[in-house]
């Protein structure tokens, strides 16, 4: 790993962000499974991960809103599933979705993330627009890092 290097391949299908101590696989639901998901079908899919212990962990959750948006990388111009332009580091493999479902849940609606547009919005869990919808799950790999300062709706210091 090179000096200051954010991402480290862990080379079991994982990705460590050292900025924040979290990991995420390094495939997205629609790359491991070959299918788009609902916000149901994500949860039961890191309880599938969890039960296969996969890459060695037990813990995998569905990532929250806020840790999506902290994996968004403007200057990153990777490429999902149609060849579109996705702003997710190039440590990710190209092919992967561009919309992901997150943790928060209200009412009938899921919260999802997309990397076109770096924006997070409510989506009915039981759409049958789920077309592009996947999971990346997270695990933490460390304590929880605390940003100094004010941040902004990407999580973000203004310093950054």
Known sequence: MAEGERFIDNG????TDTKYNKMWTKEDSYQMRGKWITWKA??????WLNEQNFAGYGDWRVPKNQECRNLYDHECKNTDFDGDIVH????????CGSTYWCAEESGINGMAYNFYSDR??????KSSD???MVCRPIRSSGPEVKK???????????RE
């Open 120 to 125: 997070g919005y409510q989506v009915r869990k």
């Open 88 to 95: 997710i580091d190039y440590v990710f493999p190209e092919g």
């Open 148 to 158: 100094q300062g004010r941040l902004s709706a990407t999580g973000r210091t203004r």
């Open 42 to 47: 994500a949860h039961k899919f890191v309880e």
């Open 12 to 15: 079991d299908n994982t990705v």
């Open 130 to 132: 789920e077309g592009n």
